[in-house]
Every structure is written in C-alpha cells, then in structure tokens.
C-alpha cells in the first residue's frame, strides 16, 4: 500500500467483520446457554414428575404434579426473563467495546 491511499476504508472493513463475528459468536453463546439451562430443567422437573407417580395416593399425585408444573411454570418465566436482561447488557458492552475506538477519534 503507497502513502497515498487512505488507509481507513481497510480499518472500517476490519471493523465491520469483527463486529459481525462478535455478534456472531454473542447469539451462538446464548444458544448454547439456553440450551443448556433447558436440559438442565427438564432434567429436574423428570426427576421431579418421577417422584409424584411414586406416591400410591392418587390424590397426593395429582397434588403433587400440579404443584411441579405450577413451580416449572415460574421457573421457565424467570429464567426467559433473566436470560433476555444478560443478553441484553452483553450485546451492549460487546458493540461499546468494539466501535469505542471510531468514536473516541
């Protein structure tokens, strides 16, 4: 490259890929998160339906399993919640970080 050409159609090129990567590589993450947090629940509410049919009372079952259902319930809505705030306040820091240098010439 000679002295004559500018060089910042390269530097924001640069810039443009890393931020896509980055953002790129930010949803793959929270895929894997929720992923994993959702095998992580269904794996608890199984051990947790399991233990309701072993009651002999029918009734106690019933009690018991809409009990577990109404906690799941909770549980899920928290967590989407939890998720979408982290999510959120990441992707935020992430793009600050990256386009920090444009702005601070």
């Not at 896509?20 to 949803?27: E, G, I, N, S, T």
Request: with cysteine; hydrophobic share 45%; aromatic share 4%.
């Amino acid at each position: 490259m000679d002295r004559t050409s500018p060089a910042w159609p390269g530097i924001l090129a640069a810039l443009l890929i890393f931020s896509l990567l980055l953002a790129f590589h930010q949803v793959v993450r929270g895929a894997v998160e929720q992923g994993a947090v959702r095998l992580k629940a269904t794996a608890l509410y199984n051990v947790g339906a399991l233990r309701c049919n072993s009651l002999r009372d029918s009734r106690a079952n019933e009690n018991c399993l809409s009990q577990l259902r109404a906690q799941d319930d909770d549980n899920a809505l928290r967590q989407v919640r939890e998720t979408a705030e982290e999510h959120a306040a990441n992707d935020q820091v992430a793009l600050t970080t990256t386009l920090d240098p444009l702005w601070n010439k």
